[in-house]
Nanobody, 127 residues
């Protein structure tokens, strides 16, 4: 089984950058599509970005496209979310998620497509 732990959250100012890390323990994640989701205060969870198991394909929400980048290092069992030009509306709890897939173009954007979740890390962007 795979367990996921997020790190790297914190309090930053508008325009700053932050990199979140999702580290897996247990089996390798090299056969898993990985996704990032966030839940702003008082709102529903929303898709941020995803990456296929081999990193060939990525997908992003329109709200973060061009500012956020998802990458992965399967040898380190780690997935990253690089967040640039942060805005106050990016404030949320960010969680990573995994789903087994051998399709290197599979990057699901719906939370119910994933069956393994981390606990989340808080990101707060002040104006």
């Amino acid at each position: 089984q795979v367990q996921l732990v997020e790190s790297g959250g914190g309090l930053v100012q508008s325009g700053d950058s932050l990199r979140l890390t999702c580290t897996a323990s247990g089996r390798t994640i090299s056969s898993f599509a990985m996704g990032w989701f966030r839940q702003p205060p008082g709102k529903e969870r929303e898709f941020v970005g995803a990456i296929s198991w081999g990193g060939v394909f990525t997908s992003y929400a329109d709200s973060v496209k061009g500012r956020f980048t998802v990458s992965r290092d399967n040898a380190k069992k780690t997935v990253y979310l690089q967040m640039n030009s942060l805005r106050p509306e990016d404030t949320a709890v960010y969680s990573c998620a995994a789903v087994y897939s051998n399709n290197n173009y599979y990057v699901p954007a719906t939370y119910n497509a994933y069956n393994i979740w981390g606990q989340g890390t808080q990101v707060t962007v002040s104006s």
